[in-house]
């Protein structure tokens, strides 16, 4: 089977023709600057086939017509026709309340999308453009839609429950839902899989470590997400490469009051001017941090000691949560690659019982088992692969 799985951004669009079954990639890349002058990637055979090649692409239907175009080129095209290709699966931000799972795409579906814009204002309308650019180039070909948010609707009300007045919630659905939802899915599957507890997850107590541009901790018992960092927008729980995560609410009020900023500009500096690019005023990239920290910059030192403070107090929060944690996690660019980082994050939790062993955690993006022999919580890198769960949620609902 061939699934094409989409990530539309609002000027960007990210593709890979994946098999379901094996996860085997025959062709991915990235249509950029949509909108603008318009640029095509396109990767088959492991090699860079078309590099950042300037293509018109007033609209998402330009970058998909493309996209289809490579794929079944005769010159370097991955199939013979588009009728190869089974079914398109979408990743999609927000699903409120909507969507506890995926869903086949009909017009109820892009209406539920559609609903939920103002949760998520920045990403669902791209999403959509997408969705209704691959209706456009193959009509009646099945199409999912996948959600952020869905894997996180089995938080408990205690957790998902904001403390402001309920009328909130009742009327306008202001809860937590969290975000990267696909990923901490994927590496729940994984995780239970290493602890040799696919068949009775019951009770099996794990925290994931999402650790990217974006970051955000999952705590899942028995596959399900129990709670989750992020909230009602990807911007909470812990600080990003240049997202504020959590902060007291005074502090917008205090700003907005002596600069004069209005909302949108106040959100743009804890959406795009914070974290540890705020902190460190170097660079959003934790490659870039750890050079200035070597080089004796002390606030690239400060965001990243701030960042790795945070996490470790989230796994500690979420090992209250569950009454203890029997597996953590360390995924994303990040908790993939960085060494050092899962060391001096978990630095001070020997006390749960977390012990890791400094040769097993001397890897970059290979899933294995980090933690010494007799640590009685098993510490992991697992590389997350939310295309996989897409193509697979795609294949299962399209058949
Ligand atoms: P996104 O959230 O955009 O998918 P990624 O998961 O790719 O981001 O993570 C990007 C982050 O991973 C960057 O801060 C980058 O510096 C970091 N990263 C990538 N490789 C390494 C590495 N070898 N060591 C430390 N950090 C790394």
Redesign the pocket.
Known sequence: MNILVINAGSSSLKYQLMDPDTGAVSAKGICERIGIDGKFTYKAGGKTIIDAQEIPMPTHSEAIEAVLGALVSPEHGVVASMDEIDAVGHRVLHGGMEFTESCLVDEACKAAIRKCIPLGPLHNPANLTGIEACEKAMPGKPQVAVFDTAFHMTMPAEAYTYAIPYEYYEKDEVRRYGFHGTSHRYISGRALDMLGKTENPEGVRVINCHL???SSLCAMVGGKCVDTTMGLGPLAGIPM?TRCGDIDGTIIEFLMDKYGYDIKQMMNILNKKSGVLGISGVSS???DLEAAAENGNTRAKLALDKFFYEVRKSIGAYAAAMGGVDAIVFT???GE??IA?RKRIMKGLEYLGCQIDDEKNNV?GKETIISTDDSSVKIMVIPTNEELMIAKDTAALAK
């Open positions: 990217g541009n974006g490469g990239d934790f490659r994303g660019g990040i690659n960085g980082n970059r």
